[in-house]
């Protein structure tokens, strides 16, 4: 069955760097999406992107990140300048449509640090 | 604002009961209302979706209810194994919020031999 594919599945950085979380959604999929989950928090939805552009984006979701889809098939989250509290799972998601209850398929995640 | 509650603590169980997981919610209705499992370190994995006009739905040994009277959906699983041992999520989806999922806390459900 096809797969969302994430990574790093870690990464360890120091505050102030630069990440960019990978993900390569399924290859019919048209829609994206990141999430983040802080240790034993709930999930929680940071952006979604259709098209080349963010459909929608969270209050997390500040001028400190940014997403692309550099090509046809990977979607990358990037957090410009990292802080402590950025540490989390990162969870990228993607699904075949927009429409209302479509489900989501989510990878397993890359684990940030930030020391 | 609309809030998702889902029982906060753990739910622990003999193998071969049924499990029962509760998602509540205020305000306004969801058109749609999803369930996930999430195991530790990985990501959600979709497991049902009721409409709001649908009352059941059944997949083998999950059934879903929803109640829009009172604002909440009822997840089981019958015949529980300790392979059910998991995070239980429910993500409704309101109109006008195009698909983006706001999921409740999660319930942890262990399922004892």
């Known amino acids: 069955e096809p797969e969302v594919t994430q990574t790093p599945s870690h990464q360890v950085t120091q505050m102030g760097q630069e990440v960019i979380l990978r993900c390569v959604p399924i290859s019919n999929h048209l829609y994206f999406y990141w999430y983040r989950q802080i240790l034993g928090q709930k999930v929680e939805f940071l952006v979604s992107?259709?098209?080349?552009?963010?459909?929608?984006k969270s209050e997390i979701f500040d001028d400190q990140f940014s997403v692309e889809r550099p090509d046809g098939s990977n979607f990358t989250l990037k957090i410009r300048s990292t802080k402590l509290e950025d540490s989390a799972m990162y969870f990228c998601?993607?699904?075949?449509?927009?429409?209302?209850?479509?489900?989501?398929?989510f990878g397993n995640g890359t684990r940030l640090t930030v020391t | 604002s609309q809030k998702i509650e889902q029982n906060s603590e753990a739910l622990n169980i003999q193998e071969g009961k049924t499990a029962t997981l509760t998602c509540n919610y205020t305000?306004?209705?969801?058109?749609?209302l999803q369930w996930y499992r999430q195991d530790p370190g990985r990501g959600p994995v979709f497991l049902l979706l009721?409409?709001?006009?649908?009352k059941e739905k059944r997949k083998e040994r999950l059934k879903v209810t929803f109640d829009t009277t009172l604002k909440q959906s009822l997840f089981h699983i019958t015949a529980s194994q300790p392979a059910d041992s998991a995070t239980y999520l429910c993500?409704?989806?309101?109109?006008?919020?195009?698909?983006?999922?706001?999921f409740g806390a999660g319930t942890r459900l262990a399922v004892h031999p």
């Open positions: 993500a409704p989806t309101f109109s006008g919020g195009y698909n983006k999922l706001i």
């Open positions: 305000n306004y209705s969801p058109a749609y």
């Open positions: 992107f259709y098209n080349n552009e963010i459909s929608e």
């Open positions: 009721i409409r709001e006009n649908e």
């Open positions: 998601a993607s699904s075949v449509s927009q429409e209302f209850g479509s489900p989501l398929h």
